[in-house]
């Protein structure tokens, strides 16, 4: 009378392997998914953080009379205000110097690094120093407590402003079309246009960049330079 009973022991005993079987593939199914919707969110906040423009400057329309730098006298004159410590300015800077290889010498060009009064000298001198420095016709200067910056209404690195000879505001905006983006984009194309004598399609552009003042943006300085302050 045991027999049927003893009979199905082994087939409620050789289950397991299948539930176990079933289980690894349900785990590796939720860590599948886990993992995917994980990468999608993680996309989606790079995306949103490299498409957010920082603040615009509304430049002045007219070069201000303040400024210690000077107009170039037969063609058009760029600035660009700069955070010694933005990684997105890094396009920025390579950006500018895709519009001096097309300007043909038609353009003087400055890149003013922001260095807070409260910081030791050669702060600023970081690589993009060097690379603003290493483009022809293009000189980097020291832009002292923002002094500069706050004469063009800057307040995002990577804004430009480009005027003409009798400092007319000529462009105001951004040279890269997202943060840390290299390519064509409609800034460089506005400023390539006006050094030849040509109609740009816009005139104003979005920047993308670090706040050139906010102590919290994400140009933060590390915290061995903070111990040298």
């Known amino acids: 009378m045991n027999l049927p009973l003893n009979e199905d022991r082994p ?3 050789n289950s397991c392997p299948a539930l176990r079987a079933a289980r690894s593939r349900s785990m590796f199914l939720i860590g599948t998914v886990s993992w995917f919707a994980l990468a999608v969110l993680g996309l989606w906040f790079l995306w949103g ?9 509304e430049a002045p329309r007219e070069w201000p009379a303040a400024s210690q730098i000077h107009l170039a006298p037969d063609y058009p004159t760029l600035v660009m205000l700069a955070h010694p410590h933005c990684p997105c300015t890094r396009a920025s800077i390579g950006e500018l110097g895709s519009i001096m290889a097309h ?4 353009l003087r060009a400055y890149v ?3 260095r807070p009064e409260a910081f030791s000298d050669g702060w600023e001198v970081t690589d993009l120093w ?7 016709g293009v000189k980097p200067i020291l832009d002292g407590d923002g002094r500069e910056a706050h004469l063009f209404h800057a307040a995002t690195s990577g804004q430009t402003v480009l005027y003409d000879s009798g400092g007319r505001l000529l462009f105001s905006g951004g040279i890269t079309g997202s943060r840390g983006h290299f390519g064509d984009n409609a800034g460089q194309s506005a400023v390539v246009a006006i050094v030849n004598a040509q109609v740009p399609e816009r005139t104003e552009t979005a920047v993308f960049g670090c706040p050139l003042f906010n102590p919290q ?3 933060q300085v590390s915290i061995d330079e903070k111990l040298k302050r």
């Open 49 to 57: 953080y490299e498409t957010t423009p920082g603040m615009a400057a």
């Open 112 to 114: 003013l690094f922001v």
């Open 103 to 106: 300007s043909q010498g038609r």
């Open 11 to 13: 087939k409620a005993i």
């Open 217 to 219: 943006s994400e140009c």
């Open 130 to 136: 060097q690379s603003a420095s290493d483009i022809p």
